[in-house]
């Protein structure tokens, strides 16, 4: 490969279309404020540098990224971009990673509201990430070991699985699709409405109104916290581990739990035949 290294570019299109090239210890910043940078890039890898321009790599395709900083500034940094990996980075910006294909991030901090957007075949591992409308409409994800702060995140998502992770969020999976979520803390409100094949497995809940409006949802030994108004309208097969404070109109299956505080069952449009069972 080429060699750039040690260099600072700070005009428009400063690299554009660059090939088969190893950019190594440069910092794209300056008072130019030039956009799109490494736009068009075919087989770089990027290594040990500073992004502080708008809309730095678009279209780019075989991209690698160790050790990089994306600064607030270097807001959209990635869209229709494929075949990325990205390792050991701090992604800051508004608006990362969008419209990509098969993206694999490990070992890298994000912070960057409405991340992940339409993207389809994205890999995320031991990583951090906060930010507001995470993951909107993306499909075919995997996830192992991401703490995750924000709200209204993966949000009409379809075909997901995550293992290991922490989440503090809200509205997070409504409109989900083929969802898995194994070993995994999830704490927030409205939990997973209009979800359709929802599993939780393993999981541990927490907040108000959870999982309401499901077809298909499916707990195995979770435990609930502090989850009043549950399950209302869903269809759900469900084994909780411990107490829920209150279960409402499950529309259809069934719930076991040791304890719950507070059977609700209210007329309203929808026939309930949903059962709620206490462990003896």
């Avoid at 090239?21 to 770089?44: H, M, W």
């Avoid at 997070?172 to 409205?190: M, P, R, T």
Wanted: negative net charge; contains cysteine.
């Amino acid at each position: 490969m080429n060699i750039i290294e040690d260099k600072i570019f700070e005009e428009e299109r400063s690299l554009y279309y660059l090939q088969d090239t190893l950019v190594k210890k440069c910092t794209f910043k300056g008072p130019k404020d030039g956009e799109s940078p490494l736009k068009e890039g075919r087989n770089i890898s990027l290594v040990d540098s500073l992004i502080d321009l708008r809309y730095p790599l678009w279209h780019d395709i075989d991209l690698k990224m160790d050790n990089v900083t994306l600064t607030e500034n270097s807001r959209a940094a990635l869209w229709y971009s494929q075949n990325i990996k990205i390792d050991n980075s701090n992604l800051g910006g508004i608006k990362a990673v969008r419209e990509c294909k098969n993206i694999i991030i490990n070992n890298s901090s994000i912070n960057s509201d409405e991340f992940g957007w339409r993207n389809n075949n994205l890999e995320i591992s031991n990583s951090k990430l906060n930010g507001m409308y995470a993951f909107f409409e993306t499909n075919n994800i995997t996830i192992n070991n991401l703490e995750f702060t924000g709200k209204y995140s993966f949000q009409y998502v379809n075909n997901m699985t995550i293992r290991n992770s922490n989440f503090k969020t809200k509205d997070a999976f409504w409109h989900s699709e083929n969802v898995i979520v194994y070993d995994s803390y999830l704490e927030g409100e409205y939990l997973g409405w209009y979800s359709k094949n929802l599993t939780l497995i393993n999981c541990t809940i927490k907040g108000t109104q959870p999982l309401c409006y499901c077809k298909n949802l499916k707990l195995v030994n979770c435990k609930m916290i502090d989850t009043d108004l549950s399950f209302e309208y869903s269809e759900v097969e469900a084994s909780i581990s411990g107490e829920i404070v209150s279960v409402k109109n499950v529309l259809s299956g069934t719930v076991v739990a040791d304890k719950v505080n507070d059977i609700i069952i209210e007329e309203g449009p929808y026939q309930i035949n949903g059962k709620v069972i206490i462990r003896k």
